[in-house]
């Protein structure tokens, strides 16, 4: 009944380090063009258990859609024992997305935690060779949440990496990477994703130096396409839905 | 084969519909051609002004189910009727709009604004709601349930439908006391009762406190009181409750539904409807059974 339903096969599956996997999934019928900033909404499981999908921001989008993802509970613990050629019944893509930067906009900032990086490596995709200066900060709590940054320097970042337990990069949170930002309000829009707290110093740093950006949010989902009401999210416009009138909002927003 | 159904004067071309507060059509996500083939659409519950609705969590999984307070959320009556029902109506599938209210004088205002629309389907009456005198639900009382049906019912242009509460003792008391008050049919269950705690923080996960469990986990009890009202009223029933299968939704029309609806399990499969719908022609296929009237309330006890 939705069009967005689609059956995709699992490419490939696999640790991308100790903490994340990375699935690679080809869409078995033409789905629309993919943004970045959308989502999937996977069915883990044939049976009941566990009975809601769960979303996964695309990290690529091509041929094949690409996620990057956590196991951090039963779910994600399933979609970890997917093999190269089970199928998957998937909704999407699904939600809204990054916006352009600005007019005037030179310097391009993504600030990831942990995951949350996965929907900036669309974004640096679509960003690439249009001659931002494009940074990436990314905070991990420890060694097991750093990867392999590759892509996103093959895509023209500037890449910064700071962990809790200083094992890799700088030792600290994300917010001693402030410093690479230019902050300037005219020339300068941060993206960012990742948990709450670190979200929310992202927005206070970005009001602070009146900067503007956008932020991917999270909610626990069931529909997926603004039915349900269930992901909803306190904005500065009341209750808005994560799935359908985001994941993306204005960081003035929601924080 | 027959698979229509008639509520009060209302005829819906099959018994399969939608519960609400579960179901959208939004054209970006829905084939419309696919849901033209319902046999009723029955969209979120509208209170006369608009509500904001509960702080977020709003929703929790369970086994085989779910938690929501999502506090009825909607734009109110005004906004509905001017910015839904033309898209609605376009689709050309009965609408039951679904309603609810604090009081009987909301009631009858909401019932006054939608007899101004032509063409609607049926009203179906959220009883749900507070009951202002006592501690309880409308629909855990029956007089109250009596009272608030009655007072639309005298009103209404279009057929009534009481949704009832699973949580009350004894269905088959609320059951009667809507039929004696003129309802035209009924839908039930609404959810269940329920809670869920995070044991790190020890506070409840929902925003609200508690919620209301559905989805397959209340299956076995929505069939159950499904059963036990089919016994008592001659009015049609529209049985939900955790609906996923044409295998499901038969055992709601055996034990006495004329209409079954896919609630939580549109969110899971959203196919789900549609297999419903085609699973059951073909059990009345196989069962030989030309008209749907021979397969209501045909258990064998
Ligand atoms: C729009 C969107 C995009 C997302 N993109 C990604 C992504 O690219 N990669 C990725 O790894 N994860 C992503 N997530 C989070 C992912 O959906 C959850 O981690 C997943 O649903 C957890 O399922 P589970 O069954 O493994 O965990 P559960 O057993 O359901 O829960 C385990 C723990 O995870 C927490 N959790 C559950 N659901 C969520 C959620 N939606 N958000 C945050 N915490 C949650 C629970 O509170 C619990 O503490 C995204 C979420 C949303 C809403
Ligand atoms: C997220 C959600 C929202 C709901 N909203 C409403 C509503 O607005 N009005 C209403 O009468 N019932 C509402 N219900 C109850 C359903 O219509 C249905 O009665 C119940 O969920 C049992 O069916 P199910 O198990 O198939 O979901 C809602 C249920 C869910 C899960
Ligand atoms: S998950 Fe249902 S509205 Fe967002």
Same mark, same amino acid.
């Given at each position: 009944m939705q069009k967005v339903q689609k059956i995709y096969k699992v490419i490939n599956n696999k640790k991308l380090c100790q903490q994340f996997f990375h699935l690679c999934l080809k869409p078995v019928s033409a789905i629309p063009e993919i943004k970045p900033g959308q989502f999937i909404h996977i069915k883990?499981?044939? %049976?009941?258990?566990? @009975?809601f999908r769960r979303p996964f921001s695309v990290a690529r989008a091509g041929k094949n859609v690409e996620v990057i993802y956590e196991v951090v509970g039963k779910g994600t613990e399933i979609l970890s024992q997917k093999k190269p050629g089970e199928i998957l019944d998937v909704l999407g893509p699904l939600g809204n997305s990054f916006c352009k $930067?600005? &007019? /005037?906009? &030179?310097q391009v900032v993504m600030i990831g935690g942990g995951v949350g990086v996965a929907p900036l490596l669309a974004l640096s995709d679509v960003l690439k060779g249009r001659g931002y200066e494009m940074v990436l900060l990314y905070g991990g709590?420890?060694? /097991?949440?750093?990867? *392999?940054m590759r892509t996103f320097c093959k895509n023209g970042c500037k890449v910064y990496v700071a962990t809790e337990d200083g094992s890799?990069? +700088? &030792?600290?949170?994300?917010?001693?990477?402030?410093?690479? +930002? &230019?902050?300037?309000a005219k020339e300068t829009f941060i993206y960012t994703c990742g948990p709450r707290p670190m979200m929310a110093s992202v927005a206070a740093f970005a009001r602070k130096h009146g900067v503007q950006g956008q932020v991917s949010c999270e909610e626990v989902m069931a529909?997926?396409?603004?039915? !349900?009401?269930?992901?909803a999210i306190e904005t500065r416009s009341g209750y808005k839905t994560v799935c359908d009138d985001g994941? @993306?909002?204005?960081i003035n927003e929601i924080f | 084969m027959n698979l229509s159904i008639k509520i009060g004067k209302t005829k819906f071309p099959n018994p399969v519909t939608v519960a609400s507060?579960?179901? %959208?059509?939004?054209e970006k996500y829905y084939r419309l051609a696919d849901v033209k083939k319902l046999g009723a659409i029955v969209p979120k519950t509208i209170t006369l002004h608009a509500q904001k609705g509960n702080? $977020?969590?709003?929703i929790h999984e369970t086994p085989a189910g779910m938690l929501n307070a +999502?506090? +009825?959320e909607n734009a109110g009556a005004d906004a509905f009727i001017q910015e839904k029902i033309p898209m609605y109506k376009k689709l050309k599938v009965p609408l039951i709009v679904s309603v609810s209210a604090h009081s009987e004088k909301d009631f009858i205002q909401l019932i006054e604004k939608f007899n /101004?629309?032509? /063409?609607? %389907?049926a009203l179906e009456l959220n009883?749900? !709601?507070? *009951?202002l005198k006592k501690k309880t639900l409308v629909a855990q009382d029956p007089k109250a349930t009596h009272r608030i049906v009655k007072a639309v019912k005298k009103r209404a242009k279009m057929p009534i439908i009481a949704k009832l509460s699973p *949580?009350?003792?004894?269905i088959t008391k609320i059951a009667e006391a809507a039929e004696d008050a003129g309802a035209d049919g009924l839908s039930m269950i609404n959810t269940l009762a329920g809670m869920a705690i995070?044991?790190?923080?020890?506070? $409840?996960?929902l925003g609200n406190v508690t919620g209301g469990l559905s989805g397959p986990a209340v299956r076995p009890v929505a069939l159950n009181i499904v059963y036990r009202a089919a016994q008592k009223v001659n009015i049609p029933i529209i049985a939900m409750g955790g609906i996923a299968t044409a295998n499901d939704a038969l055992e709601f029309l055996i034990a006495g539904a004329s209409m079954v609806a896919v609630g939580t399990m549109n969110f899971i499969n959203p196919s789900a409807p549609l297999e419903v719908l085609a699973g059951i022609k073909k059990y009345m296929r196989e069962q030989k059974i030309k008209d749907i009237q021979k397969l209501i309330g045909s258990i064998r006890t």
């Amino acid at each position: 009944m939705q069009k967005v339903q689609k059956i995709y096969k699992v490419i490939n599956n696999k640790k991308l380090c100790q903490q994340f996997f990375h699935l690679c999934l080809k869409p078995v019928s033409a789905i629309p063009e993919i943004k970045p900033g959308q989502f999937i909404h996977i069915k883990v499981s044939q %049976g009941l258990e566990p @009975v809601f999908r769960r979303p996964f921001s695309v990290a690529r989008a091509g041929k094949n859609v690409e996620v990057i993802y956590e196991v951090v509970g039963k779910g994600t613990e399933i979609l970890s024992q997917k093999k190269p050629g089970e199928i998957l019944d998937v909704l999407g893509p699904l939600g809204n997305s990054f916006c352009k $930067p600005p &007019k /005037g906009v &030179k310097q391009v900032v993504m600030i990831g935690g942990g995951v949350g990086v996965a929907p900036l490596l669309a974004l640096s995709d679509v960003l690439k060779g249009r001659g931002y200066e494009m940074v990436l900060l990314y905070g991990g709590r420890i060694k /097991g949440h750093t990867f *392999n940054m590759r892509t996103f320097c093959k895509n023209g970042c500037k890449v910064y990496v700071a962990t809790e337990d200083g094992s890799v990069g +700088i &030792k600290g949170r994300v917010d001693k990477l402030y410093t690479k +930002i &230019k902050a300037n309000a005219k020339e300068t829009f941060i993206y960012t994703c990742g948990p709450r707290p670190m979200m929310a110093s992202v927005a206070a740093f970005a009001r602070k130096h009146g900067v503007q950006g956008q932020v991917s949010c999270e909610e626990v989902m069931a529909c997926g396409v603004g039915t !349900c009401l269930g992901c909803a999210i306190e904005t500065r416009s009341g209750y808005k839905t994560v799935c359908d009138d985001g994941p @993306v909002f204005d960081i003035n927003e929601i924080f | 084969m027959n698979l229509s159904i008639k509520i009060g004067k209302t005829k819906f071309p099959n018994p399969v519909t939608v519960a609400s507060g579960t179901f %959208g059509w939004k054209e970006k996500y829905y084939r419309l051609a696919d849901v033209k083939k319902l046999g009723a659409i029955v969209p979120k519950t509208i209170t006369l002004h608009a509500q904001k609705g509960n702080p $977020p969590p709003r929703i929790h999984e369970t086994p085989a189910g779910m938690l929501n307070a +999502i506090g +009825i959320e909607n734009a109110g009556a005004d906004a509905f009727i001017q910015e839904k029902i033309p898209m609605y109506k376009k689709l050309k599938v009965p609408l039951i709009v679904s309603v609810s209210a604090h009081s009987e004088k909301d009631f009858i205002q909401l019932i006054e604004k939608f007899n /101004g629309v032509k /063409g609607l %389907g049926a009203l179906e009456l959220n009883l749900s !709601c507070p *009951n202002l005198k006592k501690k309880t639900l409308v629909a855990q009382d029956p007089k109250a349930t009596h009272r608030i049906v009655k007072a639309v019912k005298k009103r209404a242009k279009m057929p009534i439908i009481a949704k009832l509460s699973p *949580n009350v003792t004894d269905i088959t008391k609320i059951a009667e006391a809507a039929e004696d008050a003129g309802a035209d049919g009924l839908s039930m269950i609404n959810t269940l009762a329920g809670m869920a705690i995070d044991v790190k923080t020890r506070k $409840p996960v929902l925003g609200n406190v508690t919620g209301g469990l559905s989805g397959p986990a209340v299956r076995p009890v929505a069939l159950n009181i499904v059963y036990r009202a089919a016994q008592k009223v001659n009015i049609p029933i529209i049985a939900m409750g955790g609906i996923a299968t044409a295998n499901d939704a038969l055992e709601f029309l055996i034990a006495g539904a004329s209409m079954v609806a896919v609630g939580t399990m549109n969110f899971i499969n959203p196919s789900a409807p549609l297999e419903v719908l085609a699973g059951i022609k073909k059990y009345m296929r196989e069962q030989k059974i030309k008209d749907i009237q021979k397969l209501i309330g045909s258990i064998r006890t």
